[in-house]
Antibody, heavy 124, light 107 residues
Framework: LQLQESGPGLVKPSETLSVTCTVSGDSISNDNYYWDWIRQPPGKGLEWIGSIYYSGKTYYNPSLKSRVTISIDTSKNQFSLKLSSVTAADTGLYYC?????????????????WGQGTLVTVSS | EIVMTQSPATLSLSPGERATLSCRASQSVNANFAWYQQKLGQAPRLLIYGSSTRATGVPARFSGIGSGTEFTLTITSLQSEDFAVYYCQQYNTWPITFGQGTKLEIK
């Protein structure tokens, strides 16, 4: 299972950031995974943005919820992140990752694997 | 939101020494806890999940212990490739949260 992010690299302030993650080596409809977005500002730590299941069920970080939309396209084995009204504080590496999910118990788990990350810079 | 606090922020040790990294949760996360290693310019790599289970391919010198609010990652006999930043994570309660990281540097 491998994940690969793709995105524009540069986004203007107040616009919408869009990045996509392509999953290979397994179906994105595998019921043992949620699919996550996690970001990392330059030189700083990790922040979980949100998760999506193949059914479309989502969970979002409350700190970003008003600006975040995560969607999934099972036909393309891809999921995507949109973050609106961006500012310089949204600059950083955006990672996609699989999150283990036990569909029997409904328990959520750890993130593995991770994509290599895509750098998004917010600047005019 | 559950706050994860790692200590120390920086740990300076020599190859061959033993490293002990700590992480404290602001409320119980049971054993729904993981450790990640991040080297410069790379994505984080899963080391430990379920508080104490090593991920596939992780050397036996890495071990994790803890439950509830206190967790420890121990690296016995540090190798040169172990010097990196380590993050803890709780996945017990939404939102998922990470610690701020411990930088393990060569003394």
């Amino acid at each position: 299972l491998q994940l690969q992010e793709s995105g524009p690299g540069l986004v203007k302030p107040s616009e919408t950031l869009s990045v996509t993650c392509t999953v290979s080596g397994d179906s994105i409809s595998n019921d043992n995974y949620y699919w996550d977005w996690i970001r990392q500002p330059p030189g700083k730590g990790l922040e979980w943005i949100g998760s999506i299941y193949y059914s479309g069920k989502t969970y979002y970080n409350p700190s970003l919820k008003s600006r975040v939309t995560i969607s999934i396209d099972t036909s393309k084995n891809q999921f995507s992140l949109k973050l609106s009204s961006v500012t310089a504080a949204d600059t950083g590496l955006y990672y996609c990752a699989g999150q283990y999910y036990d569909s029997w118990s409904g328990l959520f788990g750890w993130n593995d694997p991770w994509g290599q990350g895509t750098l998004v810079t917010v600047s005019s | 939101e559950i706050v994860m606090t790692q200590s120390p922020a920086t740990l300076s040790l020599s190859p061959g020494e033993r490293a002990t990294l700590s992480c404290r949760a602001s409320q119980s996360v049971n054993a729904n806890f993981a450790w990640y290693q991040q080297k410069l310019g790379q994505a984080p790599r899963l080391l430990i999940y379920g508080s104490s289970t090593r991920a596939t391919g992780v050397p036996a010198r890495f071990s994790g212990i803890g439950s509830g609010t206190e967790f420890t990652l121990t690296i016995t006999s540090l190798q040169s490739e172990d010097f990196a930043v380590y993050y803890c994570q709780q996945y017990n309660t939404w939102p998922i949260t990470f610690g701020q990281g411990t930088k393990l540097e060569i003394k």
